[in-house]
């Protein structure tokens, strides 16, 4: 695997694997002296994502590699396979949280080290909302939406749909984490300074049932993405316009644009001015097929030329 390669994996997910794995260590070592279910929750949602942040990792570059004659549509949709595995890997983790979340609710343990404890936690927030951050601006820079103002945190839930499918799994992932760790800091001092001890257990669970739904939406979002999805309406608005541009196009006939990962492939038919002899039509397709290829999220482009049946077959609303 060449360092080219290597630097074109997703830059969230190394981020997020580096912080994990550190995280983890912390954590799991916390949860034994504290007995804390709430650091026992959150340790075990560590572990799962520094295995599945580094799993995502290696799948992003592997699915930056170019088509091979076995494989003429590239490999952008493997990283969807190794979203799905990470899944599984998720929702195992969410079941044994829990469980382990229930059994202290039916018998409660005393925290102890809280200083500790509680110190990690805030370690915790501070590096999966690093992380988190680091998500919101890789949306924006994916979906290329740097400069169009207005809240980088809105932005982000507007348009993590659109993101690479790395990016997506961090993104949710460590929302529930920085979330989670909130909650497990809030649940800890309630259970060691109030008669509510069950707080601790109820806490483990939340967070059990908060993986499980970051699991369900991304492992949706992968199998929709393994199927196949078209584009969403503004993506096929500017490939149309691009198209249009060119003064020798009358119209489109037929647009399909499928995603890949976090790259679109775009086949059309466009209808030219009439009168243009083959060697001329071919020229022009070439020149648009080149304008398409500009568009940095296009990675394969497929065009067709038919003359101006005089009638309007493209409209966006079809």
Known sequence: ???????????????????????????????????????????????????????????????????????????????????????????????????????????????????????????????????????????????????????LFINAFRNVGRAAPPTRLVFYEDLVATSGAVLAVLAILVSHYTLFKTMDGIAAVIIGFMMGGAAFKVGYDNMVGLIGVAAPRDIEEKVAAIIFSDPDVRDINRLRIIQEGQYYHTESYIELRAGLSLAEAENIKYRIRDKLLAYPDLNDVTLGILEDNGAQDWSLED
């Open 1 to 151: 695997m060449s360092w080219e390669l290597l630097k074109k994996g997703n830059a969230s997910s190394a981020a997020a694997t580096l912080g994990n794995i550190g995280l983890c260590i912390i954590k799991w070592i916390a949860a034994i002296l504290s007995g804390s279910g709430a650091m026992f929750a959150e340790a075990m949602h560590t572990l799962a994502d520094a295995v599945n942040q580094g799993f995502v990792f290696t799948g992003s570059i592997l699915a930056e590699r170019k088509p091979t004659r076995r494989f003429p549509s590239g490999f952008g949709r493997l990283i969807h396979v190794f979203c799905m595995v990470a899944v599984i890997v998720v929702t195992i983790m969410a079941y044994e949280t829990v469980l382990e979340g229930i059994r202290l609710i039916r018998h409660p343990v005393p925290t102890s080290n809280l200083v500790l404890t509680i110190g990690i936690l805030f370690v915790s927030i501070i590096t999966d909302g690093y992380v988190l951050l680091k998500a919101f601006r890789e949306i924006a820079h994916e979906t290329h939406t740097e400069e169009s103002g207005g809240n």
